[in-house]
């Protein structure tokens, strides 16, 4: 067997947020080896260059001689080639960024993310990694996403993607322990002001994994199942890993109905991660390249048909109303159709490119870029009524999921959009994959209008409310009101406005904070408004030509659905058609 590489992890200076950690590389590694440090973790794929974090650095001999490292690029540094016995290298990172991908350690707790956290010894990808993190202070638990390894306090990874795979948070910290088809998992709250209602979420968790079951089969992907969980006061976001999942929710959450019901569904979203994704993995991230962007053209399956399925599987198991659902569907539906973007990037293109948009976004993004995640989740759901269509009694998209998992779960060399296409195929027809091919592969929308009736529902228009349309995103604060976008081929658009640009007023009155649509119902649609806006040091009044009011529209019950479209929506999504509102 190879040798371990192994960690220690000292967390002495936590009140400075200051994590010393020291790599033992065994002796048949040391020479010359390059240690990296990941630039990215898995899940979010963005260049982070973690090495910035890094103070200080240094390496010693098995005798404790010190040895020359040196640098190669920004992340990665070279021992010397005529180095006999183990080297130990010892670094000292900064951690005070708290995020689902950050490290963040101070005297309440230390989540610690291995991407940011582990130098990596090239070419020893299939060597075991061992981490020591002794709790500190004493009283403290270290939650652990490994599992134990031999000796106390240190924790065992198979490999080096299981290492970067598996954050770790440690601190004395409200927990619930809840056995789910015979596997143990394990919830962690790390927010401050004192333990949320831990049985509620167990009782959520357990109804969750249930529905996901009942999707992918009986039988649990994994022996164990963490989730560490924190509360900040803003912000929120999860991170998929092999055997749980990262999350951060406003701190508020357990005391907000809405929130609860957010949460919720992002429990969800990381849940289906363990098998999209982690088990059922795009060929193009089986082997991924921590010094350097791993592409894939997958992430409208990996990310959009988890997003469908983290608000259709609350429902399925009673943690969301169905009017929850069908609302977040048309608000994704309403949000997608107020995106130029969608008719210049496709979805395989977004993937791809998810680098150097998604998640870099400016001003500029609905303009030039789609979102793999709402767009993906969109694309699922008609693909899932064309099916329900075609058989009411049927599963819909659970049985293409399913096939996919069965072909491909667990398959060490991932499975690629051809293999998705074939499943369609297999379930639905030709016709069908080559349809969501050409969602998939095209810029432009997919086709909600009719296909709704599958399931006994409709679109309601309702325009009696709206107020002429200025073609803008807004960032709103209590200060200021920015065009945080200017849409392409929009009024504002047309007008020279740009984004970025600051709202003072129109037609010479001041637009304040959740204003906007009540200063604009003062005009007509066709009406030409002067709107006054700061560029950096200009000021600037353009005339604005006000486009008709955007419609609302609503998913309503059809006028007399078929007996088979309500057993459809049965099917579905869980609830009763009889109790949406026609
Ligand atoms: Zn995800």
Redesign the pocket.
């Known amino acids: 067997m190879a040798a371990p590489i192994r960690y220690h992890v000292d967390l002495a200076d936590r009140l400075h947020h200051l994590v010393q950690v020291t790599m033992t590389v065994p002796v048949e590694l040391a020479p010359g080896a390059r240690l990296v440090l990941p630039v990215w973790t898995p ?1 979010s794929y963005v260049v982070r260059d973690y090495a910035r974090h890094v103070q200080t650095i240094a390496a010693r001999d098995a005798r404790g001689a010190a040895l020359p490292l040196h640098r190669d690029g920004t992340t990665a540094w070279l021992l010397p080639e005529e180095v006999t016995g183990e080297v130990t290298v010892t670094w000292e990172l900064y951690a005070n960024d708290l995020s689902v991908r950050t490290n963040h350690v101070d005297d309440h707790h230390a989540l610690l993310i291995p991407a940011a956290t582990f130098l990596c010894v090239d070419g020893a990808e299939d060597h075991p990694h061992e981490v020591h993190l002794p709790p500190v202070p004493s009283d403290h638990r270290v939650f652990s996403l490994l599992p134990p390894g031999p000796t106390a306090d240190t924790y065992l990874a198979s490999d080096r993607d299981h290492l970067i795979d598996s954050a770790f948070e440690v601190g004395a910290l409200p927990h619930v322990d809840v056995e789910l088809a015979g596997v143990p998992h394990t919830f962690v709250w790390s927010g401050h002001g004192g333990a949320p209602d831990l049985p509620r979420i167990a009782a959520d968790l357990s109804a969750i994994s249930e529905a996901c079951r009942a999707v992918f089969g009986a039988q649990l992907p994994t022996d164990r199942y963490t989730i560490l969980c924190a509360g900040w006061d803003n912000g929120g976001g999860g991170l ?1 890993h092999r055997d749980g999942a990262v999350l951060q929710v406003p701190i508020h959450t357990f005391q907000d109905p809405d929130l609860t019901a957010r949460f919720r569904s992002l429990l969800t ?1 990381e849940y289906l ?1 363990l098998w999209n994704v982690k088990r059922l993995v795009p060929a193009d991230l089986v082997r991924p390249t921590y010094d350097r962007p791993t592409h894939s053209e997958s992430l409208w399956v990996a ?1 959009g048909w ?1 997003a469908y399925y983290d608000e259709l599987l609350p429902t399925r198991a009673g943690l969301w109303q169905p009017r929850r659902l069908l609302d977040t569907l048309q608000s994704t539906w309403a949000r997608t159709l107020d995106t130029p973007g969608v008719h210049r990037q496709s979805l395989r293109q977004a993937s791809h490119e998810a680098w150097i948009k998604h998640y870099v976004r400016d001003h500029n993004a609905p303009n030039v870029m789609t979102d793999y995640y709402g767009h993906g989740s969109l694309v699922a759901f008609e693909l899932d009524l064309r099916l329900r269509a075609e058989a009411p009694d049927g599963d819909g998209l659970d049985t293409v999921f399913r096939l996919l998992w069965e072909r491909h779960g667990l398959d060490p060399a991932g499975f690629t959009e051809d293999d998705v296409l074939a499943a369609v195929a297999a379930v639905g027809g030709d016709d069908l994959a080559a349809l969501v091919d050409e969602r998939v592969a095209r810029p432009g929308l997919p086709e909600l209008e009719e296909v709704v009736g599958a399931v006994g529902l409709r679109w309601h228009t309702d325009d009696r409310s709206a107020s002429p349309h200025l073609g803008v995103h807004l960032r709103e604060s209590d200060t200021e009101v920015v065009l945080a976008s200017v849409l392409r081929d929009g009024p504002a658009w047309r007008a020279g406005l740009s984004g970025e640009d600051r709202l003072l007023a129109i037609d010479g009155r001041t637009v304040g904070r959740g204003r906007l649509s009540s200063v604009l119902a003062a005009f007509d649609p066709g009406q030409e408004v002067a709107v006054t806006v700061a560029r950096g040091p200009r000021l600037l009044t353009r005339g604005v030509t006000l486009d008709p009011p955007r419609p609302d529209r609503r998913l309503v019950r059809a006028q007399a659905p078929s007996a088979a479209a309500g057993r459809a929506f049965a099917r579905w999504c869980g609830g009763e058609l009889t109790g949406i509102e026609p």
Do not use: D, P, Q
């Open positions: 899940g998929e979203h991660h990310e988890t």
